[in-house]
Each structure stands twice: as C-alpha cells, then as structure tokens.
C-alpha cells in the first residue's frame, strides 16, 4: 500500500479557523469600511471573552514589554497594530485545530511548546537583526513542524512506522519520513499553509527550515533554522525529535549575528517563553470550557 498524498491529508483538514473565525471575519469585514477605527476592531475582537483575556495578557507580558499597563483591546490594537493582531488569532486558531491529535508519539503539549519557543526565538533574532515586521518570524516559527501533526491527525499507522524506523535506526525525524513516506513534515506544512492562503515568504521559511539554502525566502527560511537549532539546544519542548539537526553555517552567517548575543538570546526566551505558554495554551480564568 501506498502512502497518503500530501494533497490527500491537507484537503481532510479542516477549512475553517475553528471558534476564532467569525472573529477574523469580522475584522475583515470591518477593515473595508470607511468609518472603521480601532474601537470597531476592539468591539470584534471582545465578542469573544476567551479571546480577549488571551490577547490582553499576551499584550501585558514581556513579550510585547510595554511600560504602562492595557486594559483593553483598543489600546493593545493601537499599540500593536492589526496586522500583528491578526496574526496572533490566527496562531491560536492553529492550535485549536490540532486538538484531537492523538498524543501516543508525540505530546501536544512538548509540541506546543517547542514550536511557541521557536516563534518566540525567531522573533528575537528577527528583531536583533532589524528585519521589517519581526512578528510575521513568530508565526513562520510557530508553524514551522505543523506538517507532523497533519501527518498524525490523517495517517496516524503511516506515522507510527516512521516513528518506529526513527527509533530503531537512531536517525534523524524527518529523514525517517523521507525514507517511510517519500516526502517530509515540511513539505506537508507548506500545502497546508498553501491551502489557507498564507504568504509565500512564510511558506517557504516553513518548507525549507532544515534547509534555509534551498528556499527562495532564504533570509526568512535562515532565521526560522537557527531560531529551531537554538530551542533544541536549550531543549525546550519536542515535535517528536530527539536529535539535534546540525546547524547550517551558511544560515548563520546569512544572519550576519555576533555569538555574542546569544547568553542575551537565551535570557529574553527564559523571560518571555511562560507568558506566551500561558497566551496560546492555558485558558483564561472564567473563560468557557
């Protein structure tokens, strides 16, 4: 028997954004009329308690490191901006879609957790090294293993035999892949971020993480690797992996950082990593179950 196409198992996932689609779309909605404003954006997004308690904590916490305190969405919109706004519900919806993946190979929640931290990670070198729009690296890095959960939630006996070559073999994750299914996690994710209509910079920073010097976007796809190498080497959370991928140099040097900022790095991820946790993956207190 073959294995699933990759075509196959994006087109069984789901369409939609889950519980924060209407939110979204009203947002999109709002931003084609004349008389919108930041309270229209502000009104969308508290229509969803669950939302809002998220965003504002996230707002309030040393990821942002804003010095007054918000206190509501409005001013995290002005503060933050719409684009970045959209981009943190779209992260969340993400990771609602996933809910229901069994966690028998891999643990949702070391998951989770990686992936924030490469986000996060990404996000601080896109910043150290003064790219535009340092937040759409939080989301690349997010997203950048999203592959094997489609892989788990549509093929789960096609990954159970990767994961047993994995182990028996001592290899690399996604060689494993390649070897069992012909293809890996990351072209996965880059059908699925095709199919929700997300830029091709993203795409192709998620398609060639291991291998930043194959992509198109390569600076993107350079800071999403280095920033995937470093949360290893720290060991925070797991998508499944238990080897560390060597490090791209070339990565490294397209970066053009100074090693010495890394004990700087390290700290700011220790500092931030709990607060995002706490945004995308714990539910707010009062919030519905």
Not at 111 to 129: I, N
Not at 254 to 270: F, H, K, Q, S, T
Request: with cysteine; aromatic share 6%.
């Amino acid at each position: 028997m073959n294995p699933p196409s990759i075509k196959a198992m994006v087109a069984a996932m789901p369409r939609s954004l889950g519980s924060y689609g209407p939110v979204l779309l009203e947002i999109e909605q709002a931003l084609e009329s004349p008389q919108c404003n930041l309270n229209t954006i502000g009104d969308a997004i508290q229509k969803d308690p669950d939302l809002t308690a998220r965003l504002l904590r996230l707002a309030n916490s040393p990821f942002f490191g804003f010095a007054n305190r918000l206190s509501t969405v409005a001013e995290a919109v002005s503060l933050l901006g719409i684009q970045q706004i959209q981009d943190m519900i779209v992260a969340s919806s993400v990771l609602e879609q996933f809910k229901g993946v069994p966690d028998n190979l891999v643990n949702k929640d070391s998951f989770w957790r990686h992936s924030l931290a490469v986000g996060l990670t990404a996000r601080l070198l896109a910043m150290e090294r003064r790219l535009p729009k340092p937040d759409k690296y939080f989301v690349a890095g997010l997203l950048h293993d999203v592959g094997r959960l489609v892989l788990l939630a549509q093929a789960t006996e096609w990954a159970q035999a990767v994961f047993e070559l994995y182990q028996h073999e001592k290899m690399l994750l996604r060689d494993a892949e390649k070897k069992i299914l012909g293809y890996d996690h990351q072209q996965i994710a880059a059908e699925l971020l095709q199919s929700w209509s997300y830029p091709s910079a993203l795409v192709q920073a998620v398609e060639f993480h291991h291998a930043p010097g194959q992509s198109v976007a390569k600076l993107e796809a350079a800071v999403v690797h280095v920033a995937d190498h470093l949360v290893n080497a720290m060991a925070i959370g797991s998508s499944g992996e238990q080897f560390i991928s060597p490090l791209d140099e070339k990565a490294w040097a397209l970066l053009g950082l100074n090693p010495d900022i890394l004990p700087r790095l390290v700290e700011a991820v220790d500092e931030q990593i709990l607060a995002v946790e706490e945004a995308f993956l714990k539910k707010p207190a009062g919030a519905a179950p």
